[in-house]
């Protein structure tokens, strides 16, 4: 068994009433390279603060080498960072910043000079020992703050979107230059990015993130390939993800044809989430492996492949990528093997709220009094399905019993599928044909149609 | 013609403005005791200054030596209590940090003498005896706001991760102080000083209201006096032409150094 450097237990922290982080358990390698990925404000920064000592979790332990480091101030932590805006002293020149942590440990002057000298040939900085680090370029001071960091041989090196304000060829080559430095170390990395394709050809574990929580962990290909929820797929990758249903083991019904696949053990006929990846559906020409048609809707060549857009003869929309272009509007044949067709467990089916009976056509929930007519006692607590058809948005939130921002959308095929956030801070997810932007604000409405009410008192006899 | 106006219009005003000035420096070089009446160049008046030998020259040179040591005593405890201050109100969120700005901003707007007259009632109040001590503290009151204005631009341009930087590779919070944010602010916290210093030199309200009667004087609050008893002494003419040539090399360092990190803010 591998040790585990950090070990991390139960970890929550909010600022004020917004919870940054929920209940986070997760261990790293020794010497392993682990990104911690996810849209911006999803809490992998202050994650990584906690490691390093700027933050105090609420609650949870961070263990290091199995011990409890809570009580240790940062100064104290055998740990170094990276910081995304490179934190450069800008009133000590290249040397003195690289020197830095080796001085306050009181090194001996020749050794000091040594492990300077070392780190800027690893960074290939050699010449600029007497530079001022404003002097410098953006580049090289990520490369300086590199070597500030590892020239004090840290047990584990935390770097804080380190890349990010660099331009994407230069960002390319230090990824390159980053991968070969953890060869060459033997360090521990935690990488923190929201860069997915940066996490991908760096790490050796991703750790995907968002709204505080842990959503995925696995190597870069068992996230590419067997995303565990909408929110992966969309974010890692590009994908057509789409509503489905598990007609038994092994074979899965959707755009409203079957196909093979390998997934086992949903049970029969069950509501799932399907992903299929752009490059694995297949153009063919022999009508023995057609399963199903499509016509060519647009064609954008993208360096490498071509990106098209097709309408299925049942009128879903898919992304395909293919080497090969096919003219707009041609009639083309399409086929997924059944090794390329990732099935998911549906996170939800319908929105579940709790609410409390005003009058017989009203029911409070969410701090709003919906109209819905109903046939219990007011003052009756009661449990409100809503399905996702029947949540409205309004262009007025005025209108709207709630109001609320749009927070994520994702594309299934033929429809939208939305989260809203309401301004309480409570999420609504709905489908919907309209096409809305993230973070439009909204009013929001249900359609009494196909809501389901239980008194919750019935649920506990 | 346009433009000609505007010159004029703008040399009116500067002559208006230095007029006083250039008055009091021209006649520092006669010898004539009355203001006005010139009596052939001298530079004896400024002898009689360097060596003392004047009318009331003892206790115009003990002036001269409070006000340096109370400016510098004031302008030293004001930069750190400034600088500290800056910092807390820095790391403020919010309407906190806006109320506790104005909070700092109001004492700077308020009329000296409401200021002096008020600490005069508080030293009584806490029966301070007056003197070198109450003045200092008067002066330290007035001068921190200007500091805490002159450091907080800095911490703004500040990275702020450089502080947490500094923990990361090992400091501790006092080293990190010393090492990384005192250096990174040394530019603001010496404006501020220059400025508390030229603030505490020119003060006259406060230090009258608050020096007790020891007979404690600044140049400003003997030349009050000396003024008052008839006449000024005529070494007071160059005294007060070399005390404006100080002030205007302050001023001109000032604004050169704002020059200068204006410049090299531009550059990066």
Redesign the interface.
């Known amino acids: 068994m591998k040790e585990h450097i950090i070990n991390i237990q139960h970890l929550s922290k909010s600022f004020g009433d917004k919870k940054v982080l929920d209940d986070i358990s997760l261990y790293v390698n020794r010497g392993e390279f682990i990104t911690l990925l996810g849209p911006s404000g999803c809490g992998k920064t202050t994650l990584l603060r906690m490691i390093?000592?700027?933050l105090q979790p609420d609650e949870g332990v961070i263990l290091m080498d199995g011990k409890d480091i809570a009580g240790t101030?940062?100064?104290?932590r055998p740990?170094?960072?990276v910081?995304?805006?490179?934190?450069?002293?800008?009133?000590l020149d290249v040397y003195d910043n690289i020197a830095?942590?080796l001085k306050?440990?009181k090194t001996p002057q020749d050794e000091i000079d040594k492990r300077v000298r070392r780190v800027l040939k690893l960074v290939a900085m050699s010449d600029y020992e007497d530079r001022d680090v404003?002097t410098l370029s953006g580049g090289q001071q990520q490369r300086i703050a590199i070597a500030?960091?590892i020239v004090?041989q840290p047990k584990v090196l935390l770097l804080d979107e380190p890349l990010a304000a660099l331009d994407l060829k230069m960002r390319k080559d230090m990824q390159i230059e980053l991968k070969e430095m953890h060869r060459k170390l033997g360090i521990t990395f935690i990488y923190v990015t929201h860069d997915q394709e940066e996490a991908l050809t760096l790490s050796d574990t991703i750790v995907v993130m968002n709204e505080g929580k842990i959503q995925q962990i696995g190597t870069p290909v068992d996230i590419y390939n067997e995303p565990v929820n909408c929110f992966v797929a969309d974010f890692i990758g590009e994908s057509n993800i789409l509503k489905g249903r598990m007609m038994r083991d092994r074979r899965v019904a959707f755009i409203k044809h079957e196909f093979d696949c390998v997934d086992e053990g949903f049970g029969e006929d069950v509501p799932v989430d399907v992903v299929v990846r752009p490059e694995d559906i297949y153009f063919t020409t022999d009508p023995a492996k057609c399963q199903f048609k499509a016509k060519v809707n647009s064609c954008t060549f993208k360096g490498v492949h071509y990106e098209m857009w097709v309408d299925t003869d049942t009128g879903y929309e898919l992304m395909i990528q293919d080497y090969d272009p096919y003219p707009v509007g041609s009639e083309v044949m399409l086929y997924i093997d059944p090794d390329d067709i990732q099935v998911m467990h549906k996170e939800r089916l319908c929105n579940t709220l709790s609410g409390t009976v005003k009058d017989d056509q009203t029911i409070t929930l969410l701090g709003g009094d919906f109209p819905i007519r109903n046939s219990f006692e007011p003052g009756t607590e009661v449990t409100v399905e809503v399905p996702f058809t029947s949540v409205d948005l309004l262009d007025n939130t005025e209108d709207g019993v709630l109001s609320g921002e749009v927070h994520f959308i994702l594309y299934k095929g033929d429809h939208y599928h939305l989260t809203v956030k309401t301004d309480d801070g409570d999420s609504l997810w709905l489908d919907t044909n309209d096409i809305w932007d993230k973070g439009d604000l909204v009013g929001i409405r249900f359609k009494d149609k196909g809501i389901k009410i239980r008194s919750k008192d019935e649920q506990a006899q | 013609m346009k433009r000609f106006l505007a010159k004029t219009y703008i040399w009116i005003l500067l002559i208006l403005l230095y007029a006083p000035l250039v008055f009091i420096a021209v006649f520092s070089f006669t010898e004539s005791r009355v203001l006005g009446s010139w009596e052939g160049f001298s530079t004896h008046l400024y002898g009689n200054l360097l060596t003392g030998n004047m009318q009331g020259g003892a206790p115009l040179l003990a002036a001269v030596r409070n006000t340096l040591l109370i400016a510098l005593a004031a302008a030293l405890v004001s930069t750190l209590l400034g600088t500290i201050a800056a910092i807390g109100i820095h790391n403020l969120h919010g309407r906190k940090k806006q109320a506790l700005t104005l909070l700092n901003n109001i004492p700077m707007i308020n009329p000296d003498i409401i200021t002096g007259v008020s600490l005069f009632l508080l030293f009584v109040f806490l029966h301070f005896s007056q003197g070198y001590l109450t003045v200092i503290l008067a002066h330290i009151t007035f001068c921190t706001p200007y500091v805490v204005l002159s450091v907080l631009p800095r911490l703004r341009e500040m990275n702020p991760d450089i502080y947490v930087a500094a923990l990361d590779l090992g400091a501790t919070p006092g080293q990190a102080l010393r090492k990384v944010l005192v250096p990174e602010l040394k530019p603001g916290m010496i404006s501020g000083f220059i400025l508390a210093f030229t603030m505490s030199l020119d003060d006259f309200a406060v230090t009258f209201f608050t020096r007790g009667t020891i007979g404690l004087d600044t140049l400003s609050t003997y030349i009050y006096t000396d003024a008052r008893k008839g006449g000024l002494t005529p070494e007071l003419r160059p005294l007060m032409t070399l005390i404006f040539l100080v002030i205007l090399v302050l001023l001109i360092v000032i604004n050169l150094r704002q020059e200068r990190l204006n410049n090299k803010n531009n550059k990066r």
């Open positions: 390093a000592g700027f101030p940062p100064h104290l740990l170094n960072t910081f995304q805006r490179y934190a450069l002293f800008p009133h830095f942590g306050l440990r404003e500030r960091a004090n």
